[in-house]
């Protein structure tokens, strides 16, 4: 035993929040001696439609005392946050720098670098990066990502954590969280081919949905589609004559008509798979790639009844619904019946409440 053992500093506690246009998600992690992840707490609480739109807070308040009462009701003492901004908010850039530079070499090639991609002026933006690894290409450079959002975008989530008590001590992308998780669960249960699997990771949110088609680290494809689950709630509306929150509220209750799943349930799961069948063709059609070895499946639309059977029976690959708390020790404060249902909505999250565990 080393004597600074005894001193060792365990990470802070950190929530992962994931705010979309649709709810507010929390995730707090722990981990265990052996190192094995540890879901202490986690919850969800509806946004009301027009709160936020496109990534822009419109109804601060009302998304603060959201957010409030979604840390209070978790349980969760920690004061600082992992938050999240939508990738269309952030460019990123793959560049290549000789390697050896110091740590201030570094960040000044970056900066003169950053000039060539970024529409603004940097003292508009807050830029960042991190180095992937050695270039496959030229043994004597590296691969670094450089990322960078307008100030105003990210002082609004900081604005925002302050604002609900707590301090936003990270603000990644969306889909970086959503993919940090997912390749947790892939590494731990490959599927489909092991370390050199295609995945293609589609996370169905409300408005929107995104695919990433994963090899191991790599990001081989990445895009956002206009389709989601609001979509299913204004079928609902059309169909019984309801309003779009009474369709919402009746959608979550699972108070709907008799006729529901064959009149409304089912035509959209079939215009889903149809809308992943097309992103994947797209995919094909831009790599030299020809199939994937899996598809995953996150967010609140990925448990509809039938949806991954009938993904499957339109692209012909195997696909199947991510639990991005599989392989992690579920504790005592965590309801195990009501995550069933919820855990695909976790993955971005998850991926945020992981970074605490990050060097």
């Known amino acids: 035993m080393e004597i600074g053992s005894l001193f060792s500093r365990k990470p802070a506690p950190l929530i992962g929040l994931d705010i979309s246009s649709s709810s507010a998600k929390l995730v707090e992690l722990g981990r265990t001696g052996d190192g094995t992840l540890v879901l202490e707490r986690c919850g969800i609480v509806p ?3 027009g709160w936020i739109n496109e990534g822009n807070i419109e109804r601060f308040d009302d998304v603060v005392a959201a957010v409030r009462r979604l840390v209070s009701g978790s349980g969760s003492r920690a004061k600082h946050a992992a938050l999240a901004l939508p990738a269309s908010m952030v460019i990123t850039k793959k560049i290549l720098l ?35 690894g050695p270039s496959a290409d030229s043994a004597d ?24 008590g707590l301090t936003a001590t990270v603000v990644d992308v969306d889909s970086n969280a959503s993919r940090l998780a997912a390749q947790r669960v892939i590494r731990l249960f490959p599927y489909g081919g092991g370390d050199d699997a295609l995945v293609a990771l589609c996370e169905i949110g409300s408005a929107s949905s995104t695919m990433q088609v994963l090899r191991g ?13 609001a979509q299913l709630t204004q079928m609902i509306a059309r169909q019984y004559g309801f309003t779009r929150e009474e369709a919402e509220l009746k959608k979550r209750a699972g108070e709907l008509p008799n006729d529901y799943s064959e009149e409304v349930l089912l035509p959209f799961v079939n215009s889903l798979a149809q809308e992943i069948e097309k992103a994947l063709k797209l995919f094909f059609t831009s790599t030299p790639n020809n199939r994937v070895d899996s598809i995953l499946l996150a967010g609140g639309a ?20 991510v639990d991005p708390f599989e392989g992690m020790v579920i504790g005592p404060g965590v309801r195990e019946q009501k995550l069933l249902h919820e855990a695909p909505s976790y993955l971005t999250a998850c991926g945020l409440a992981m970074r605490r565990f990050l060097p």
Do not use: W
């Open 98 to 132: 000789p390697a050896g530079l110091s740590a201030r070499e570094m960040e000044m090639q970056v900066q003169a670098e950053a000039n060539q991609y970024i529409p603004f002026s940097l003292d508009e933006v807050n830029l960042d990066f991190y180095v992937i």
């Open 47 to 49: 946004l009301e439609a």
């Open 141 to 164: 450079d590296l691969e670094v990502m450089i990322a960078a959002s307008r100030k105003e975008k990210v002082e609004d989530c900081q604005g925002l954590a302050e604002a609900a």
């Open 217 to 229: 680290d790599d990001v081989l494809y990445e895009r956002d589609q206009n389709f989601g689950g």
């Open 302 to 321: 990925a448990g509809l009844h039938g949806l991954p059977e009938t993904i499957t029976h339109y692209t012909s690959f195997p696909c199947r619904v």
